[in-house]
Structure formats: structure tokens, C-alpha cells
């Protein structure tokens, strides 16, 4: 089966631009995660959707990040304006449903670099 | 809050040597465990968890890892590594407490196996 899309795979701004994220998750997986992963560190978790809903949005800095699933499939991360400290890599991940029972699978992740 | 060290940043085996990385994560009550794989250009992918029962868990590839309850503990363990074992290994936790899936990881350790 096709695994978690992504795209772009690089992206390189400069501070106070504008970017945008895609992700789609493997056909039938309800539940979408975006993480922020910086050098050294391991990956956090930014916002969780199960469907179209946000489960869990607590670690997303809602005042330059957004996130959406529209249409409960795929799904867009944006920053507006970019700052020099989200430079990351950002991971999409999906799973069948929430919880422990259900693994996530990751995409292979978006660099970006805010200079 | 929840956290999980690993205190292993960089390790570098000879082939056949024996493996451990240490993982130990502050919380209370229930968890629920993870070590991830991330090989070199590949997705971050599962390579074996803990809910409950036998402290001992099994993995992929040869891998095993050790829950001990009193020491906060999930060391990952491989008697012999291979060249191929050659990746970022992440620990993570996650609360037992919630229904969602938000997963708290390590920042890693790189392994790398000498021929």
C-alpha cells in the first residue's frame, strides 16, 4: 500500500514569508498528525485530527501556525510569518484510529529552512 | 511534564558488538512505550513497543528492550549488530492516562556500526 505523501520535500524561506505544507495519509486512516522536528531533537507533536476534527492542538503556536483537514483525508500545515527558530523538518503521520492500539506511520517529512 | 531522555547521543559499535541504549521518562502513572528506527534516507518507523504483560518485548530485526517499572526504564537491547543496524534510534511514551495518541519522544540516539 502507498505510505504517508508528502510535499514539498524542501522548502527554504526567508523570516516573516509564508509557507505551506501538504499531507496525504494512507487511504482509510482516520487520524493525522503533524510533528515538528528540530536538529537534535526528537520529533514533537504540533496538532492531531481525527476525520476533519482536531483531537489535540495544545503544543501548536496558534498565533503563527495553522492546520487544517477539510475534507477528513488529506491535509495543509502553515506558517505565517516564518521565524529563524521553525527551521525543522516536519513529519506528517497517520493511523488507522486513535490510540495505542492503532501504529503511525510516518511520511518522509518536509525540511524547511528559515534564513 | 512528561519527558523522556536518552542519554546516548552518538554511539559507534563494531559489528558483533553487543547493543544497549538507555531511555528513562518521567511520568507516574500507566504508559505505554515505544522505540522507533529511522534508517539513513528512510521514514521513522516502529520497531517495538510495551502496553503491559512481559516486561521483555520483542521487536523487529533482532531487537528486544526491558520495562522496569521502578527505574523508569526501556533500554533497547541487539546481542550482535550488524552494518545495517546503522540509524537514529528514538524512545517515546505514551500516557496511559488519555484515549488520544499524543506520543512524547526522545531526541534520539545515532548509531553507528564500524565494519
Known amino acids: 500500500e502507498a505510505g504517508v505523501a508528502q510535499s514539498p520535500r524542501y522548502k527554504i524561506i526567508e523570516k516573516r514569508q509564508s509557507v505551506a505544507f501538504w499531507c496525504n495519509p494512507i487511504?482509510?486512516?482516520?487520524?493525522l498528525y503533524w510533528y515538528q522536528q528540530i536538529l537534535g531533537q526528537g520529533p514533537k507533536l504540533l496538532i492531531q485530527?481525527?476525520?476533519?476534527?482536531?483531537?489535540?492542538d495544545s503544543q501548536l503556536p496558534k498565533d503563527r501556525f495553522s492546520a487544517e483537514r477539510l475534507k477528513g483525508v488529506d491535509s495543509t500545515l502553515k506558517i505565517q510569518p516564518a521565524k529563524l527558530e521553525d527551521s525543522a523538518v516536519y513529519l506528517c503521520?497517520?493511523?488507522?484510529?486513535?490510540?495505542?492500539?492503532?501504529?503511525?506511520?510516518f511520511g518522509p517529512g518536509t525540511r524547511l529552512t528559515v534564513t | 511534564a512528561q519527558s523522556v531522555s536518552q542519554h546516548n547521543h552518538h554511539v559507534i559499535l563494531s559489528e558483533a558488538a553487543s547493543l544497549e541504549l538507555g531511555c528513562n521518562y518521567s511520568?507516574?502513572?500507566?504508559?505505554?512505550l515505544f522505540w522507533y528506527v529511522q534508517y539513513p534516507g528512510q521514514h521513522l518507523q516502529l520497531l517495538l513497543k510495551?502496553?503491559?504483560?512481559?516486561?521483555l518485548v520483542k521487536g523487529i530485526k533482532g531487537f528486544e528492550a526491558e520495562f522496569i517499572k521502578s527505574k523508569f526504564s526501556f533500554n533497547l537491547r541487539k546481542p550482535s549488530v550488524q552494518w545495517s543496524d546503522t540509524a537514529e534510534y528514538f524512545c517515546?511514551?505514551?500516557?496511559?492516562?488519555?484515549?488520544?495518541?499524543?506520543?512524547?519522544f526522545g531526541s534520539g540516539t545515532r548509531l553507528s556500526i564500524r565494519p
Open positions: 503521520a497517520s493511523s488507522l484510529g486513535t490510540g495505542k492500539n492503532y501504529e503511525q506511520y
Open positions: 487511504s482509510g486512516h482516520a487520524t
Open positions: 485530527f481525527q476525520n476533519n476534527g482536531v483531537v489535540d
Open positions: 511520568y507516574g502513572g500507566t504508559v505505554n
Open positions: 510495551y502496553f503491559s504483560g512481559d516486561p
Open positions: 517515546a511514551v505514551m500516557p496511559g492516562y488519555s484515549s488520544a495518541s499524543k506520543i512524547i
